[in-house]
T-cell receptor, first 112, second 111 residues
């Protein structure tokens, strides 16, 4: 069955360093991927998305990389700041489906 | 502010009670969702409505009944609440794109 998962449930980085959050998916029919950030006590917030016809997309301080060969997705956050502390989720959508399937989440902690 | 809003933010109730959670979006979106987030932060879709029509109904106990009076509102009614229903419930909406916009969540605690 389809599943989306993360390699690491927790990640600690030093302020100012770059962070990389990984995600694996198993559904080869997935054609759209999205990253969400969830701060404590709040709902998930859209960060960036990517379609399967791309392998890289950049936003403000964030980059998403997609490797369809190994069904792997990553979120890179440059110059991590205290405000980046949150749980990060990847999610995928299969063509024709109207729902997102979420991974388990990675908690990112920023050390001063 | 344009947003997805939910009421109440916190809900504490006893087993066996019936309760409702309300969701409203003023984004002009056509599709709305309910998700359940458990204590391990896992997000699972429950229902989806498009223009008041139910389009997704995951394996959810029939004690849960969504209702969409119009495309800007999607409410969730839960009958005979059980301890296992304790979770954070999120409403979300989207327009034609695939990105969904989430509400602030309703933390339901069943005692």
């Amino acid at each position: 069955g389809e599943s989306v998962g993360l390699h690491l449930p927790t990640l600690s980085v030093q302020e100012g360093d770059n962070s990389i959050i990984n995600c694996a998916y198993s559904n080869s029919a997935s054609d759209y991927f999205i990253w969400y950030k969830q701060e404590s006590g709040k709902g998930p917030q859209f960060i960036i998305d990517i379609r399967s016809n791309m392998d890289k997309r950049q936003g403000q301080r964030v980059t998403v990389l997609l490797n369809k060969t190994v069904k792997h997705l990553s979120l890179q956050i440059a110059a991590t700041q205290p405000g980046d502390s949150a749980v990060y989720f990847c999610a995928e959508n299969s063509q024709g489906a109207q729902k997102l399937v979420f991974g388990q989440g990675t908690r990112l902690t920023i050390n001063p | 502010d344009t947003a997805v809003s939910q009421t109440p933010k916190y809900l504490v109730t006893q087993m066996g009670n019936d309760k409702s959670i309300k969701c409203e979006q003023n984004l002009g979106h056509d599709t709305m969702y309910w998700y359940k987030q458990d204590s391990k932060k896992f997000l699972k879709i429950m229902f989806s409505y498009n223009n008041k029509e139910l389009i997704i109904n995951e394996t959810v106990p029939n004690r849960f009944s969504p209702k969409s009076p119009d495309k800007a509102h999607l409410n969730l009614h839960i009958n005979s609440l059980e301890l296992g229903d304790s979770a954070v419930y999120f409403c979300a909406s989207r327009f034609q794109g695939l990105e969904q916009y989430f509400g602030p969540g309703t933390r339901l605690t069943v005692t």
